[in-house]
């Protein structure tokens, strides 16, 4: 410390400055007195007030060491990094989405009138099938279909038997709306016809919107009007992306045409949720901010008629000292094919308690970012989403005062992600990611004195990939597996860092307990529903499980790793209110600042409303 070095112990605390070793020369300490005029400001004016009376014998034979020191720069402050669990810059911005409806689509079955015990014993040689009015797949393969009857003496209801396998193919094809029928025909010849009657959809009404919301449904479900024969995977798309739309839910039902042989028509009954709020509160933070969270977001859906959705939120530690947080959404959907626009801000700032506490710890940190998707791939058992977007993100933190970090960086990337589900009664997800950092639109630049982390990069090239399997086991009964990581080309700014630690990779720990510009997580949860037991609950859940991580530290080499197992109960309270009580187990890597028990006990609480 400077006060040992100057020679008298009254000097502790007055003064502030990096003990951290770096390079420097007269260049660099010119440069560095350029960049931290106010840093020399402070630390002089702290300086003279603790030696302008009885230290004045010490100051002459250490000046110039003294502002050597002043003037080093910023850049070994890189080093002299917040604990990761403090450090600020690590949120994304993210709009709230609105709940979700519900897909719902009624097709009524095709009813046949049962044939007469006269009409079914009559007998007849069918020397050949001929299939009229199939368009969508070809006639040979559906006549193929008829192969087993020809040359044989059948009943019509064989003959039946063969329109429904040729109504089959076209329904496995993705033709639901298509029908078969044996026409009444006389024949001498043995020559039988099937009528195919490819269905389409002839009109649409819309119950339950008006203006633009109702011209916008209208339009996603173009296309079903359009196609003919109709294709259930198009319809399926259709419906789903009315559902898509935030606040909206809608239900469709398919009913015979009144006016046109072989058309249904479509009644969609549609309606928007205006206004949604969530709310909740937990013990997941660490003590340097928390542990204690407490969040509260609102959304407003089509208030204006456009099917946009506006969202706002704040956050909060009890005391409102440690952690306060701020964000601002609004999502507009693009079109009529799926296609929706997205823009985000937050703003986070704290006062880090816990070994920060006595050293007036500040940090703060904003996003705001830009964002277009896209489904390629929309239907129930599959979902292929293209993300990609722009965010300006700065991050900055202070101790007693004195600048430590400041970094703003400008980052540009695109996701392509996959949600399937109904192969081996599971749902699968994977989603790789690409992140590229822009310093050229007035973000920090590599070698910047001020810069969180030593050799950082702003213009960093960054890989990531998630990967997840829900598996039902048996009835109640489910596995859950998940890893993800990341991979970077160059040293990362600490807000682009791969985290350990947390509601994901490590549960036993604080978030962000390790980070590294590279690294992986894994986790397994075994988990049974018992809502049986208690039937007053509207779901109940046990769980198990284990997660670890690894992450490398790409100027170093160094590699940190941690893995943790516990257990859980969730619980549905009522429709609206959920609860989690866990408690976790550290198996290996750093210590939880949170109690500093063997053991991280956690409680939940989330509202809908």
């Known amino acids: 410390m400077l006060a040992r070095f100057l020679g008298h112990p009254d000097c502790s ?73 403090a450090e600020p810059g690590r949120e994304k911005p993210v709009v709230q989405p609105a709940p979700r409806g519900d897909f719902d689509i009624i097709i009524p079955a095709p009813k046949r009138a049962p044939l007469g015990q006269d009409v079914d014993s009559l007998r007849f040689l069918v020397r050949e099938v001929v299939v009229e009015g199939a368009t969508a797949l070809p006639k040979e ?34 033709y639901l709306l298509t029908r078969t029928v044996v026409p009444p025909q006389r024949t001498r010849s043995g020559i039988f016809k099937i009528q195919v009657v490819e269905g389409y959809v002839g009109a649409i009404a819309v119950e339950g919107l008006a203006g633009a919301e109702e011209a916008r449904v209208r339009g996603i479900l173009a296309p079903v009007v359009a196609q003919r024969p109709l294709r259930n995977d198009t319809m399926e798309r259709a419906l789903l992306l009315v559902n898509d739309l935030p606040g909206m839910k809608a239900a469709g039902l398919l009913k015979p045409s009144k006016d046109e042989t072989g058309a249904a028509d479509l009644v969609l009954t549609a309606s928007v949720a205006t206004m949604d709020v969530t709310a909740s509160v937990d013990n997941r933070s660490s003590r340097y901010e928390g542990p204690w969270y407490a969040n509260s977001d609102i959304g407003l859906n089509s208030v204006a008629g456009f099917g946009e959705r506006v969202t706002a939120g704040v956050s909060s530690t009890p005391d409102g000292r440690k952690k306060k947080a701020m964000r601002l959404g609004y999502v507009q959907p693009m079109g009529t094919d799926g296609a929706m626009a997205s823009l985000a801000f937050d703003y986070s700032m704290s006062r880090p308690g816990y070994t920060l506490e006595d050293q007036d710890g500040r940090t703060f940190s904003s996003n705001l970012g830009g964002r277009l998707s896209y489904p390629l791939l929309r239907t129930r058992a599959n979902t292929i989403t293209l993300d990609g977007g722009l965010t300006a993100r700065m991050a900055n933190s202070h101790l007693a005062g004195v600048p430590v970090s400041f970094d703003r960086w400008r980052v540009v990337d695109a996701k392509l992600s996959w949600l399937h589900s109904g192969w081996l009664s599971g749902v699968d997800s994977a989603a790789m990611g690409l992140s590229r950092g822009l310093p050229q639109l007035g973000g920090s630049a590599r070698g910047d004195a001020s810069l969180s982390r030593l ?19 048996a009835p109640s009964w489910d596995l859950y597996l998940g890893t993800s990581g990341q ?30 510009d590279h690294g992986f ?35 170093t080499g160094r590699q940190q790793g941690l893995s943790s197992c516990g257990a859980g109960l969730r619980s549905g309270l009522t429709d609206s209110l959920d609860a989690t009580l866990e408690a976790a187990h550290r ?14 006990v956690i409680l939940a609480l989330s509202g809908r409303f």
Request: a neutral charge.
């Open 13 to 85: 605390g007055s003064i502030y400055f990096s003990t951290l070793s770096c390079r420097w020369s007269v260049r660099k300490i010119w440069a560095g007195a350029q960049i931290d005029l106010g840093l020399t400001r402070y630390l002089w004016g702290n300086f003279l007030l603790a030696t302008a009376s009885n230290h004045a014998r010490y100051l002459s034979g250490r000046l110039a060491v003294v502002l050597l020191t002043f003037w080093l720069p910023l850049s070994a402050q890189g080093q002299s990094r917040l604990p990761s669990s």
């Open 141 to 174: 393969d559906l006549s193929a279909l008829a192969a087993p009857i020809i040359g044989r003496e059948v009943s019509l209801s064989d003959i039946i038997g063969i329109a429904e396998a040729i109504e089959a193919r076209y329904r496995a094809e993705g």
């Open 455 to 473: 050799g950082a990069d702003p213009s960093f090239t960054k890989a990531t990939f998630d990967l997840s399997r829900l598996q039902n086991l």
């Open 487 to 516: 991979y970077s080309d160059v040293t990362l700014l600490s807000g682009e860092e791969f985290a350990l630690g947390g509601t994901t990779y490590g549960h036993g720990y604080d978030p962000s307990a390790l980070v590294g």
């Open 521 to 555: 997580g894994a986790t397994a949860s075994l988990r049974h529903d018992i809502s049986a037991l208690v039937p007053e609950a509207k779901s109940l859940m046990v769980y198990t499980f284990y997660d670890a991580g690894l992450v490398w530290i790409r100027s």
């Open 587 to 600: 198996l290996q890597g750093a210590e939880s600042t949170v109690g500093g028990h063997f053991a991280r």
